[in-house]
């Protein structure tokens, strides 16, 4: 009868409270229900036993107030027929029987006990099961939300923080863009002025005018050739 000794720990233990205490509730609960499942098993098994001795018990104790009933009633006749000896015999097995019926009594009340508490742990196994089972799926339900969940809030806090890093490279590329293209700029500024100056020099070359002395000269020179 050794599963009576865990009867205290079985009938006060809470499946729920377990349960809201694990750190990984759905392997919790499988195992839960291995242990509950061994135990009902067990619990069937030595119930089936204890509730027999039971019944054993009781018909030995409703035997035995049968034969005490029937030593007082032979007694009687023995009396009724003068028979005071043979009423003697029946008396004296009367009193055997009446000490007996005693320990059979005690024996029946220890047998009725064991059978009450093995009734008692065995719906009390059956409605924890059914508990536990019943919540098995929506618990378990529950924590694949939560792990899609978790799943989703670190690709968004990754996704975050890739994006941060994109734009804070791509305004350093604009950066060095936008001082390629200053320099660039810069450059064909440089360029553009040295082309000027060349072009300025060559059209002051071909815009100097003779000075108007030689004009002068020129002119006289021409008027003195025609007189001749």
């Known amino acids: 009868m050794g599963i009576l000794t865990?009867?205290?720990d079985i009938m006060s233990s809470n499946i729920n409270a377990l349960l809201d205490k694990a750190e990984d509730p759905a392997k919790m609960i499988d195992q839960t229900l291995r242990n509950l499942n061994e135990d009902l098993g067990k619990v069937k098994s030595e119930t089936a036993a204890i509730m027999a001795e039971e019944k054993r018990a009781k018909r030995e104790l409703d035997k035995c107030k049968e034969e005490i009933d029937k030593m007082q009633s032979y007694a009687i006749k023995a009396l009724e027929s003068?028979?005071?000896?043979?009423?003697?015999?029946?008396?004296?097995?009367?009193?055997?029987?009446?000490?007996?019926?005693?320990?059979?009594?005690?024996?029946y009340n220890i047998a009725s006990s064991n059978a009450k508490k093995m009734r008692e742990m065995h719906d009390k196994l059956v409605k924890d099961i059914a508990e536990l089972e019943a919540r098995k799926d929506v618990i378990k339900g529950k924590l694949?939300?939560?792990?899609?969940?978790?799943?989703?809030n670190k690709m968004v806090g990754s996704s975050m923080t890739d994006?941060?890093?994109?734009?804070?490279?791509?305004?350093?590329?604009?950066?060095?863009?936008d001082a390629a293209l200053d320099?660039?700029?810069?450059?064909?500024?440089?360029?553009?002025?040295?082309?000027?100056?060349?072009?300025?020099?060559l059209i002051n070359k071909y815009s100097t005018t003779p000075s108007a002395d030689i004009d002068d000269e020129l002119e006289a020179l021409k008027a003195s050739l025609k007189k001749e």
Do not use: C, H, P, W
């Open 6 to 8: 865990r009867f205290k």
């Open 183 to 201: 320099k660039a700029n810069a450059m064909a500024e440089l360029n553009q002025t040295s082309e000027d100056k060349g072009i300025d020099d």
């Open 144 to 152: 694949n939300v939560a792990k899609a969940r978790e799943r989703m």
């Open 82 to 107: 003068n028979e005071e000896n043979d009423a003697r015999k029946f008396l004296e097995e009367k009193a055997r029987l009446t000490k007996e019926l005693t320990l059979l009594e005690e024996n």
């Open 163 to 177: 994006t941060s890093s994109s734009i804070a490279s791509f305004k350093r590329y604009e950066d060095m863009a």
